[in-house]
């Protein structure tokens, strides 16, 4: 089957507007994980959701980074406000099963520049 | 918290020859898994291999080994015959065990590995 999809592949936002990112994982995954990562940079943890409930929001740098996974499958990281500092590439994993030894598939990202 | 250094912002390799990459990590946790990915300049992660910290043996896979020394943490990744194919930039990422257990990943800064042919 498809992979991890990821859209849109580019998004330009302007200072202070807000916007979307969707993740579409692997058909049956039930971990899915965003990471953001800066130029350069190794991608850092966001969130986690197992199924529709988000376990683990300790990454998301402020209060106007918000995930949802609402019917455990399509997930969607929404930005409030954008700032500057939020210009990177999120890339969003899914793996089938809850636990370290299963492999994180990772979709291609988005890259958000914030202008 | 967990971190991770890998200390070779970039290395170079001669297609056919061998590359070793470095890795070192901190965890106050026993139980984990360590995992080398590469992100091609395409930007999607593939998973190279995995390591599990209980496991003596080092792990291997095809053209890819590691050297894992556990009481130094460290996890170096070999890459040999290389290929023109293996330019990326390479991540070492152990997981977080915990009591969640779920895999949360951290990620090193990664090396940029350049293969001339």
């Known amino acids: 089957g498809a992979g991890v999809s990821q859209s849109p592949r580019y998004k330009v936002a302007k200072r202070g507007q807000d916007v979307a990112l969707r993740c579409d994982p692997i058909?049956?995954?039930?971990?899915l994980f965003w990471y953001q990562q800066a130029l350069g940079q190794g991608p850092e943890f966001l969130t986690y959701?197992?199924?529709?409930?988000?376990?683990?929001k300790s990454g998301l740098p402020s209060d106007r980074f918000f995930a949802e996974r609402p019917e455990g499958s399509v997930s969607t990281l929404k930005i409030q406000r954008t700032q500057q500092e939020d210009s990177a590439v999120y890339l969003c994993?899914?793996?089938?099963?809850?636990?370290?030894?299963?492999?994180?598939?990772f979709g291609p990202g988005t890259r958000l520049t914030v202008t | 918290a967990q971190t991770v250094t890998q200390s070779q912002p970039e290395m170079s390799v001669q297609e056919a020859e061998t590359v070793t990459l470095s890795c070192t990590y901190d965890?106050?946790?026993?139980?984990?898994?360590l995992f080398w990915y590469k992100q091609p300049p395409s930007r999607q992660m593939i998973l190279v291999i995995r390591q599990e910290a209980y496991k003596q043996q080092n792990a291997t896979e095809n053209r890819f080994s590691v050297n894992f020394q556990k009481a130094a943490k460290s996890f170096s990744l070999k890459i040999s015959d290389s290929l023109l194919g293996d330019a990326a930039m390479y991540f070492c990422a152990p997981t977080h065990a915990g009591g969640t257990s779920y895999g949360k990943l951290t990620f090193g800064q990664g090396t940029i590995l350049t293969v001339h042919p």
């Open positions: 959701f197992q199924n529709e409930a988000q376990l683990d």
């Open positions: 058909s049956g995954h039930v971990s």
């Open positions: 965890t106050s946790e026993s139980d984990y898994y």
């Open positions: 994993a899914s793996s089938l099963a809850r636990g370290q030894t299963y492999e994180q598939y």
